[in-house]
């Protein structure tokens, strides 16, 4: 843990980023007036629909009829005539 005061912190806030990313510390601690007020860390990794998309492949099948009854289904919301 690395503590540094605003001024230091704002001086040196691309670095900081870059310690973290590196693994060199595992946060920083940043101090007003010797007192803690924020503490830095990396985020962690945030999913993406990339990475949820096509969940259920596989899990289940669509029956051969799935869309018979579009038409219908269509007309009763009043999409087409």
Known sequence: MCKMNVLEAKTNFSKIIAML???????????????????????????TFDSIFGIAKGKFTLPDDIDEYNDEIARMFGMID
Do not use: Q
């Open 21 to 47: 990313e590196r693994k060199e510390e595992k946060e920083v601690i940043v101090a007003r007036a010797g007192k803690p007020v924020v503490k830095i860390t990396l985020c962690e990794e945030a999913k």
